[in-house]
C-alpha cells in the first residue's frame, strides 16, 4: 500500500523545501510540498517534483562502467574500485597525491556529500578547488565590508517599507521568497525591482529600474551621491560604526551623476528617487547572485553594501543587504567532517580556471580527475577549453547518476543514488536557516552505491578504512555535535524532520562587524589598496574595452532555467529541449530577425546556435540564453563564457560576456 514519508529537497536551491513523499512497492511515486514546513508549507517547484522522474527514469546509471577503446563495458564494482585504487596508489608513489584533481561543484545540499573532501584530505591531500561559479565573488566582497556573509531571517521583510530586489530572478530561483514579496506589497510595502531582465518578479514590481549588465556597482554609487547631495545619509552609524567614509566621499567626488548615469544607462532622476526611497527607511536590499558573475562582481557587491550601510539600513528590522547566510552552514561541524589537518601536501586551482590549469600543470602534472556532484562540461565556464582538458587527463573518474556530457568523457563511470536512496540531513546557505532530514525511502536501482559508500570502499583499500569506519548514524551525530547543546540532535531531527537553527535574525544589530576594525568597513582595512570601492566597470564594455565592443556589440547573460536545476533536467523532459536565444527588441530590430529563426552566437571562445525569440522589455543589446544545455540538445551556453576570475579572485565572471550574432540557414 503506498504511504506518504516527509523529506527534503537535495538541490541546490535558495528554498530548501521539505517535502511529502509518497512511496508504493518501494518506489517513489509522487514528490509533493510538506504543508508542515514552517518555510516552504506545502508549495514546492517544478524541479522538485521532478525528482521522481530523475529517480525512476530509465537512464538511470545501474552498474560501473570503464571505457575500453572507445565504448563503455560494465565492469563490477570490485573491479572498478580495485582498479581506481591501485591507479591512486600508484599515482602517489610516482608523482605525489596532488597529481590527482578533484572537481566538484554543489549539486547536492546534503551534508554528509561533503565526506568527498575527508576522503582526498585523508588520501595526504590533492589538487582541490577554491573559489565558486556561484556566489565566490559576492561572499568574499561581504566578508571585506562586514566581515561575514549573513542575511536577515525571512519573516523580517514584513518589517521593510521599501523592498529592493537586486539582480535576483526570485520568482524563478526562489518561489518562498517570492510569496514573502506578495505578502509584503500586500500589506504595503513598495517593491523595486533593478534587473536588465524585465523577469517575471519585475512584473509585480512597484518600479522596474533596467540597467546595462554589470554597471550595478556605479548604479549604487550614484544613489550614494544623490543621499549625500540631499543630506539623507545617517551620520551617526556613518561616524560611529563605520571605518572608510572619507575615501568613499573622495571617490564619489571624482564622478558626476551624468558620467553614472551614461555608464549604467539609468536616468538622473531614477537615482534621486533610488536615494529617497533608501532614505525612507526600513528599506531592505535583498541581492542575487547573477549580479556579481562580473570582473568587477566583489566591487559590487561591496558597493550595495555601502548603500545599505551609508543609508542606515544596517542592523536594522527590515532592513539589511542580504546576499548570502552563511550562517546556516557555519552551524555544522565540518572541521571533524573533512579533516582539513590531515592532508599532508595540496595544491589549489581556481574552480573557474581549473581545465586552463590542467592543461599548464607541472610538478606535478595532473594524472587523473575526479568528479563529484558536478558536471564542468556543462557548467564551468569556456566549454572547449575544459573538453579538452577532460579528454586529455589520463585517468577520469565520474561520480554520477546520469551520462551527462562529463561522463560521456570519463574512463571509469560510477553509479550514484539520489536523495531518496540515502539517508541525510539538508540545507541551503541562500535563504532560510532551517535544516531538513530526509530518511532513506526506497533502495536504489541496479547497483547504484551512496558516494559516500565509495569514499569509505576506496578509504579501505588505500589503508585508511579507519577513517570512514562510523555508521551514517555516526556521521550524522558528528555534524550535530556543535548544536547539541541547543537542543538540536538527530533523534529530535529525526522525529521532526525540520528545525530552525541558532542563528542572528537581525544580523549586525549591535553594530559589532567581524572586520578587523571591529567597523562596517568601506574601506577594507587588511586589504590595503586593494580594500578601497572602485568605479570599475565590466572586463568585456565599451568602456573597458571598446575594440572588443566593437566586435561583438552585445552583452549576453546565461542565467538559471525555469524547469531544471542546471543541467540536471534538461534530458527527462516530455519534448527535446532547444537553445532560445532570447534577444532585446533593439537588435530584432536592426538585425531584422523574428521569433523562431535560427541563429549563430559567437564570440573568441567560441559559438551556439539557437532559435530566436525577442523580449520586448530587455535592456537594449541584451541577450540572453539559459545556461546547463547538454550538448545533444544544442550545446552548454559556456562556449560563449570566459573564465576569468572576479576582481577578488574567489568568483566568476560567467555574465561578463559580449557576443556577436547572425541568422543562419
Ligand atoms: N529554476 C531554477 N532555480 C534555481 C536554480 C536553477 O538552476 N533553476 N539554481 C539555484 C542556484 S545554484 C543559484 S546560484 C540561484 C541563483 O539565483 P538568482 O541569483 O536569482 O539567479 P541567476 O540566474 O543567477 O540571476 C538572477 C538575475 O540576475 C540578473 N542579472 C544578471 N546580470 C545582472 C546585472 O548586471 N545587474 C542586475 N541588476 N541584474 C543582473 C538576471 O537578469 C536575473 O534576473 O538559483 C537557485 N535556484
Ligand atoms: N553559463 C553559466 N554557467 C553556470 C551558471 C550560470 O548562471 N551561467 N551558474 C553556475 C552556478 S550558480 C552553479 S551553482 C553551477 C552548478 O554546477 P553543477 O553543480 O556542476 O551543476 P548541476 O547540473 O546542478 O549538477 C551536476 C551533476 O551532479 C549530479 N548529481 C546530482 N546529485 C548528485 C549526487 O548526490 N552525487 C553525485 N556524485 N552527483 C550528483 C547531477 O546528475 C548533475 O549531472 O553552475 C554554474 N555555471
Ligand atoms: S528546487 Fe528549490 S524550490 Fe524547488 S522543491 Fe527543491 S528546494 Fe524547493
Ligand atoms: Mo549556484
Not at 521522481?52 to 530509465?58: F, G, H, I, L, P
Not at 532560510?432 to 530526509?438: A, I, L, M, Q, R
Request: aromatic share 10%.
Amino acid at each position: 500500500m503506498a504511504q506518504v514519508r516527509k523529506a527534503a529537497c537535495p538541490l541546490n536551491c535558495w528554498d530548501s523545501c521539505g517535502f511529502n513523499v509518497t512511496i508504493d512497492q518501494d518506489r517513489v511515486t509522487k514528490v509533493e510540498g510538506d504543508p508542515e514546513h514552517p518555510i516552504t508549507q506545502g508549495k514546492i517547484c517544478g524541479r522538485g517534483r521532478m525528482l521522481e522522474t530523475r529517480a525512476n527514469s530509465s537512464q538511470r546509471l545501474l552498474h560501473p562502467l570503464k571505457k575500453v577503446n572507445g565504448t563503455f563495458e560494465q565492469i563490477s564494482w570490485d573491479q572498478a574500485l580495485d582498479e581506481i585504487a591501485a591507479k591512486l596508489y600508484g599515482i602517489k608513489e610516482k608523482y605525489g597525491t596532488t597529481a590527482v584533481l578533484h572537481s566538484h561543484d554543489y549539486a547536492n545540499n546534503g551534508i554528509l556529500k561533503n565526506l568527498d573532501q575527508r576522503f582526498f584530505n585523508c588520501y595526504g591531500g590533492v589538487t582541490e578547488l577554491y573559489g565558486s561559479l556561484c556566489w565566490g565573488a559576492g561572499i568574499e566582497a561581504q566578508k571585506w565590508d562586514f566581515g561575514n556573509a549573513w542575511s536577515h531571517g525571512p519573516a523580517d521583510i514584513g518589517n521593510s517599507k521599501n523592498i529592493i530586489i537586486w539582480g535576483r530572478n526570485v520568482a524563478r530561483t526562489n518561489m518562498h521568497f517570492y510569496e514573502k514579496l506578495l505578502e509584503a506589497k500586500k500589506q504595503g510595502a513598495k517593491i523595486f525591482v533593478i534587473d536588465p531582465l524585465f523577469n517575471a518578479t519585475a512584473k509585480i514590481a512597484d518600479e522596474y529600474i533596467t540597467i546595462k549588465p554589470g554597471m550595478d556597482g556605479l548604479l549604487a554609487a550614484g544613489i550614494i551621491k544623490e543621499i549625500l547631495r540631499l543630506g539623507l545619509e545617517d551620520q551617526e552609524f556613518i561616524e560611529r560604526s563605520t571605518h572608510g567614509f572619507a575615501d568613499l566621499s573622495r571617490l564619489l567626488n571624482g564622478i558626476s551623476l551624468e558620467e553614472i548615469s551614461e555608464r549604467t544607462e539609468v536616468s538622473c532622476e531614477v537615482m534621486t528617487t533610488l536615494a529617497n526611497v533608501y532614505a525612507d527607511k526600513p528599506t531592505s536590499t535583498y541581492m542575487g547572485l547573477g549580479l556579481q558573475r562580473y570582473k568587477n562582481g566583489g566591487n559590487t557587491i561591496r558597493f550595495i553594501d555601502a548603500l545599505a550601510a551609508v543609508s542606515g539600513n544596517i542592523g536594522i528590522a527590515g532592513g539589511g543587504a542580504n546576499y548570502a547566510n552563511l550562517q546556516v552552514g557555519q552551524s555544522f561541524a565540518f572541521e571533524e567532517l573533512t579533516l582539513a589537518h590531515c592532508r599532508t601536501n595540496y595544491r589549489q586551482f581556481s574552480i573557474m580556471k581549473q581545465a586552463e590549469e590542467v592543461l599548464t600543470a607541472t610538478d606535478p602534472e595532473i594524472k587523473m580527475i575526479v568528479v563529484t556532484c558536478g558536471n564542468p562540461l556543462t557548467q564551468v565556464p569556456d566549454t572547449n577549453m575544459v573538453e579538452k582538458t577532460f579528454s586529455s587527463v589520463e585517468t577520469l573518474v565520474v561520480i554520477e547518476q546520469f551520462m551527462t556530457d562529463t561522463a560521456m568523457l570519463a574512463d571509469y563511470v560510477l553509479p550514484t543514488t539520489t536523495a531518496f536512496e540515502e539517508e541525510d540531513l539538508y540545507y541551503s546557505s541562500m535563504y532560510h536557516h532551517y535544516v531538513n532530514y530526509g530518511p532513506k525511502l526506497v533502495t536504489a536501482p541496479g547497483e547504484a552505491q551512496p558516494d559516500l559508500w565509495i569514499w569509505t570502499q576506496l578509504a579501505g583499500r588505500l589503508g585508511f578504512g579507519e577513517d570512514f569506519d562510523f555508521s551514517r548514524e555516526e556521521w550524522l551525530k558528528m555534524a550535530l555535535k556543535p548544536l547539541n547543546d541547543k537542543g538540536i540532535t538527530l533523534e529530535k531531527l529525526r522525529a521532526h524532520h525540520t528545525m530552525e537553527l541558532p542563528v542572528v535574525k537581525i544580523p549586525w544589530h549591535d553594530h559589532t562587524f567581524q572586520t578587523p576594525t571591529g567597523k562596517y568597513e568601506f574601506t577594507a582595512q587588511q586589504k590595503g589598496d586593494n580594500g578601497l570601492l572602485t568605479l570599475a566597470v565590466p572586463d568585456e564594455s565599451k568602456w573597458a574595452n571598446p575594440k572588443l565592443a566593437e566586435k561583438y556589440p552585445y552583452h549576453l547573460l546565461t542565467i538559471h532555467p525555469l524547469r531544471s536545476n542546471h543541467s540536471q533536467n534538461y534530458h527527462l523532459f516530455a519534448s527535446k529541449p532547444k537553445v532560445k536565444v532570447e534577444i532585446a527588441a533593439n537588435i530584432a530590430e536592426s538585425l531584422g530577425l523574428e521569433k523562431g529563426d535560427f541563429v549563430k552566437v559567437w564570440n573568441d571562445r567560441g559559438e551556439i546556435k539557437g532559435f530566436i525569440s525577442i523580449l520586448a522589455k530587455v535592456h537594449p543589446d541584451t541577450i540572453n540564453i539559459d545556461e546547463g544545455i547538454w550538448k545533444e540538445f544544442g550545446g552548454s551556453v559556456n562556449h560563449l563564457t570566459s573564465n576569468r576570475e572576479s576582481d577578488n579572485g574567489l568568483g566568476s565572471t560567467l555574465y561578463d560576456c559580449l557576443v556577436n550574432l547572425e541568422k543562419i540557414k
